[in-house]
Structures are given as C-alpha cells and as structure tokens.
C-alpha cells in the first residue's frame, strides 16, 4: 500500500481524474470526510488496493496539513451505487486485514463510517466485514439502502456535501484542487518511498503460511 505511489503513474492519475476518493473540505474546526465512489463507471480495471493506496496518499496529506484533521478524527462515507460485482469479490479477509493494520499507524482516528446505496446482495458481506473490524470500528458503520441519506447529513455539513448527494459542494472543483494537490506533494511520495523495509532479509516465521488469505499460527494435525 505504501510502494509505488507516483501520483503521475497511469492507474493514480485515472484515479484522481475520476474522482473515486475525495476528501471534502473542512468547515472551521470539524471533523474531516472522505468520500469513496466505488461504483464510478468505466473505473472497474482499478483494484481495491489502488483505490485503498490512493486514499492513504490523500490522507497523508491531509494530516500533514490541518491538525484538525487528527484531534477531530475522520468521517468515511463509502457510496456502492452502481458497484460492479467484480468489486464485492475483492473484499477479502487479507484486504481487510491490511486495511485494518495501516490504519492503525495513521495518528487520527475513524468517528463514523456511513455506507451508501448498499445494495441486498451486499448487505450479509457488509455485516460479516463489521464483525471482522471489531466492536469499536464495527459500530460505527451505517449502512443505508439506496436513496437513504439522512445518516449522512447528520455528520458531515450541507455546505461540504456534493450536490449529487443533497449538497453545495461541487465534485469537479474538489477534483481540480486535488490534481493540483497532488502534483506538488509529488516530490515528497517519491522520497517516502526510499523509507521502507528490506524484506529479503525477513525471517520468516515457522507458522506465517497463508491460510484462505490471512496469516495465521494453526497448526496442521497428523493423524494416522
């Protein structure tokens, strides 16, 4: 998640361009959102862990940049309208692990995780990954049926809202301003990127096999 983040490659560059993450500006001292579109069309060649890589990068920022950002916590709003089903199968147990430990590194805090448009076919997937994220984070999640966007307005301000979703906010403008964003922190992703671990010289554990996508310690029976 943190390797190869030239945001002037190919797949980052599309996805800025299509605006699938976006992080909505701040109003005074408040909470910061982010949006995630995960139905954008014509957007279906781009993984989940781009999109996941794309929106620590933004988040990197952010922090840097307004100490709000980390004494307030962030507001995750994930919108599924129009995910195509190739998307669900990516959420996998090692995805939501990973996710679940870089975001334990990052200084600020998950408040609230609003997912909108959820589809019924994703309503069992989604109340499995809240039981798989814990009680605290698990608790946070709301899940809203299509066209449902009460729980939304009661964390994030009109003001800063979309106007696709009920909102002042323009997504077009948001979108420039992270373009331009985005190239000057350009520099700086490529030096992060010297700053990393020489996993060649990793022992590697007696029980670090890959069980069905998670890491685990189980020990194997022999029976005779």
Sequence with gaps: ?????????????EFLDKGIF?????????RQSFLCRLGVPDAEHI?????????FMISDIVLYENDYAIIKGQNIIYDLKGIPRARIFEITLSHIKNFVSARHGLPAR??????????????????KIRML??????????LCPEG????????????????QYG???C??????????????YKDWFLEDAIFCTDETKRIEDKFSDDYFGVDGSFRKLELD
């Excluded at 993984?47 to 929106?55: E, P, R, V, Y």
């Excluded at 997504?171 to 000057?184: R, T």
């Design 110 to 127: 998950i408040k609230c995780i609003t997912i909108l448009n959820v589809p019924p076919i994703m309503v069992p997937v989604l109340e």
């Design 148 to 163: 449902n966007l009460e729980e939304l307005y009661k964390h994030v301000p009109i003001s800063l809202i979309p106007k």
């Design 22 to 30: 976006l992080p909505l500006e701040m109003e005074g001292k408040d």
């Design 1 to 13: 998640m943190y390797a190869n983040r030239d945001p002037s490659s190919g797949t980052l560059k």
């Design 47 to 55: 993984t989940l862990n781009d999109i996941t890589k794309f929106g």
């Design 133 to 142: 994220l814990g009680q605290k984070l698990g608790n946070m999640m709301r």
């Design 171 to 184: 997504i077009n403008e948001i979108v420039d301003h992270w373009k331009q964003k985005m190239e000057e």
């Design 167 to 169: 909102g002042e906010a």
